[in-house]
């Protein structure tokens, strides 16, 4: 039973919020196929694919990153705990996860076609190298923009869609709102991160963090509501984008650089916009 729970805190399962965030892009990238598509037995086939492969993925990222982190983690208040860096578990053991949680992703990516497959295949070593990010750049966000939301792109080509100019807008617009959310999740560590030396965008922009969410967010609305005008339909889909981008605006106005516990709790409720703009995406033949 302890194992147990090391396996669950090693791969965060008891903090859903992680491979949610990673399963939405996926369904929104699905749902806007499925525009174009209308194949709903497929679309529901592969939201549970992609949202098994979420979790699979973000368990083994999560085990990975605290592997690198280790040394790091010792010194975060918030992170001191973890089962690696407080000594729980080895590193031989942690990596044994991964490979165990990557082959089951791979079980689960060889259902799909071959351009799909190829690229779930290059994504490893985006998901591979961010850990590694925040060590070299201010912009470790940015690069996590572009792992979380690959999905996107997969979920495009499963459909059986060639990549286009339509999808890489809501590729883009969505590496914008992890810039947003990731920052406001990274000011819970800046003041440990400064002293230890690591880098991200809330301490770069810690004088402007709100400035920097509106710009984030505004990009990703602007992105978002030109794909709805240029190549999809305004209707009752409607409803669910204005209380996408309403959610967006909560986080800006209710974020407070000096009360972790909010920031988490913007953070979080990410969840919710993302869940929002999957329904505008899904409900747009209605």
Same mark, same amino acid.
């Given at each position: 039973?302890?194992?147990?729970?090391?396996?669950?805190?090693?791969?965060?399962?008891?903090?859903?919020?992680?491979?949610?965030?990673?399963?939405?892009?996926?369904?929104?990238?699905?749902?806007?196929?499925?525009?174009?598509?209308?194949?709903?037995?497929?679309?529901?086939?592969?939201?549970?694919?992609?949202?098994?492969?979420?979790?699979?993925?973000?368990? %083994?990222?999560?085990?990975?990153?605290?592997?690198?982190?280790?040394?790091?983690?010792?010194?975060?208040?918030?992170?001191?705990?973890?089962?690696?860096?407080?000594?729980?578990?080895?590193?031989?053991?942690?990596?044994?996860?991964?490979?165990?949680?990557?082959? =089951? %992703?791979? +079980?689960?990516?060889?259902? +799909?076609?071959? /351009?799909?497959?190829?690229?779930?295949?290059?994504?490893?070593?985006?998901? +591979?190298?961010?850990?590694?990010?925040?060590?070299?750049?201010?912009?470790?966000? =940015?690069?996590?923009?572009?792992?979380?939301?690959?999905?996107?792109?997969? %979920?495009?080509?499963?459909?059986?869609?060639?990549?286009? *100019?339509?999808?890489?807008?809501?590729?883009?617009?969505?590496?914008?709102? /992890? =810039?947003?959310?990731?920052?406001?999740?990274? /000011?819970?560590?800046?003041?440990?991160?400064?002293?230890?030396?690591?880098?991200?965008?809330?301490?770069?922009?810690?004088?402007?963090?709100? =400035?920097?969410?509106?710009?984030?967010?505004?990009?990703?609305?602007?992105?978002?509501?030109?794909?709805?005008?240029?190549?999809?339909?305004?209707?009752?889909?409607?409803?669910?984008?204005?209380?996408?981008?309403?959610?967006?605006?909560?986080?800006?106005?209710?974020?407070?650089?000096?009360?972790? %516990?909010?920031?988490?709790?913007?953070?979080?409720?990410?969840?919710?916009?993302?869940? *929002?703009?999957?329904?505008?995406?899904? /409900?747009?033949?209605?």
């Amino acid at each position: 039973m302890n194992h147990l729970k090391i396996f669950i805190e090693l791969t965060r399962l008891n903090k859903p919020i992680g491979f949610m965030l990673l399963f939405w892009p996926c369904s929104w990238g699905l749902a806007y196929s499925n525009y174009f598509k209308q194949n709903t037995s497929t679309l529901i086939y592969y939201l549970i694919l992609f949202f098994v492969g979420s979790v699979l993925m973000r368990s %083994a990222g999560c085990i990975f990153n605290d592997i690198v982190d280790r040394d790091y983690d010792k010194k975060v208040e918030r992170t001191k705990y973890r089962p690696i860096a407080s000594g729980q578990i080895s590193v031989k053991r942690s990596l044994i996860y991964v490979l165990i949680l990557c082959l =089951l %992703a791979f +079980f689960v990516l060889i259902q +799909f076609n071959l /351009t799909t497959i190829l690229f779930g295949m290059g994504s490893m070593i985006f998901a +591979f190298s961010y850990p590694f990010m925040k060590r070299i750049t201010y912009w470790p966000q =940015l690069f996590l923009g572009l792992t979380f939301n690959w999905g996107i792109i997969m %979920a495009w080509t499963a459909m059986g869609n060639e990549v286009s *100019f339509n999808i890489i807008i809501l590729y883009i617009s969505a590496i914008f709102w /992890t =810039l947003g959310y990731d920052t406001i999740y990274g /000011t819970q560590d800046m003041s440990d991160d400064e002293i230890i030396g690591l880098k991200s965008t809330s301490i770069k922009f810690k004088k402007n963090i709100k =400035l920097f969410l509106f710009i984030s967010y505004l990009i990703t609305s602007l992105l978002i509501i030109y794909l709805f005008i240029e190549f999809l339909e305004i209707n009752f889909s409607l409803f669910f984008l204005i209380s996408f981008i309403i959610t967006l605006l909560y986080q800006i106005l209710k974020f407070n650089e000096n009360k972790p %516990a909010d920031c988490l709790r913007m953070f979080k409720l990410n969840n919710l916009s993302g869940f *929002f703009l999957f329904l505008s995406l899904v /409900t747009i033949n209605i």
